[in-house]
T-cell receptor
Framework: NAGVTQTPKFQVLKTGQSMTLQCAQDMNHNSMYWYRQDPGMGLRLIYY???????DKGEVPNGYNVSRLNKREFSLRLESAAPSQTSVYFC????????FGDGTRLSIL | AQKITQTQPGMFVQEKEAVTLDCTYDTSDQSYGLFWYKQPSSGEMIFLIY??????QNATEGRYSLNFQKARKSANLVISASQLGDSAMYFC???????????????FGQGTELSVKP
């Protein structure tokens, strides 16, 4: 996908493990976002960063932390993974329109 | 609170025919933006079309057009001359605030799965 790269693409975790999802954009946009997509529920905003150095909670922030490392990178961390966090995670950059990465499929057993 | 509603979980259309995917929204803001995204089975999110709340003309992008009825708070996507490759999930989304709103947060509907029949 143009400009937004997510790693990894797939991951399986055990309950209680931690991991960080990475996102990088090469479009020089200020705004970056993390969404999760669950079956039948569309995408829901977890956290966003309007500019480098700022982060704010979205609709479903519980259980997650984020870091806006620099203008290019915005990471999402699960400190203690739970089965309810099994989902597809999308990172996006810009806001009109938002450009999405290809997603990370995360399964927590 | 802002909300997006897509009432059609699934739709079928014959190849080469036109199809309308419904989207209604709720917001108290005067300035907002409406978006449609396509998600094929491969999973990526593809931006299709945008309509600003103050835009007087309905947005068009190739075979896609947005039927914007502000008083009814609806923003239906019309796909003309459907192709097999149009089979996908389609999401309507809304951003409150103007184009330079720093937050830019999107609220998504639940999606409509479109199947194009040959």
């Amino acid at each position: 996908n143009a400009g937004v790269t997510q790693t990894p693409k797939f991951q399986v975790l055990k309950t209680g493990q931690s991991m960080t999802l990475q996102c990088a954009q090469d479009m020089n946009h200020n705004s970056m976002y993390w969404y999760r997509q669950d079956p039948g529920m569309g995408l829901r905003l977890i956290y966003y960063s309007a500019s480098e150095g700022t982060t704010d909670k979205g609709e479903v922030p519980n259980g997650y932390n984020v870091s806006r490392l620099n203008k290019r990178e915005f990471s999402l961390r699960l400190e203690s993974a739970a089965p309810s966090q099994t989902s597809v995670y999308f990172c996006a950059a810009s806001y009109q329109p938002q450009h999405f990465g290809d997603g990370t499929r995360l399964s927590i057993l | 609170a802002q909300k997006i509603t897509q009432t059609q979980p699934g739709m079928f259309v014959q190849e080469k025919e036109a199809v309308t995917l419904d989207c209604t929204y709720d917001t108290s803001d005067q300035s907002y933006g409406l978006f449609w995204y396509k998600q094929p089975s491969s999973g990526e999110m593809i931006f299709l079309i945008y309509q600003g709340s103050y835009d007087e003309q309905n947005a068009t992008e190739g075979r896609y057009s947005l039927n914007f009825q502000k008083a009814r708070k609806s923003a239906n996507l019309v796909i003309s001359a459907s192709q097999l490759g149009d089979s996908a999930m389609y999401f309507c989304a809304m951003r409150e605030g103007g184009p330079y709103n720093q937050g830019g947060k999107l609220i998504f509907g639940q999606g409509t799965e479109l199947s194009v029949k040959p």
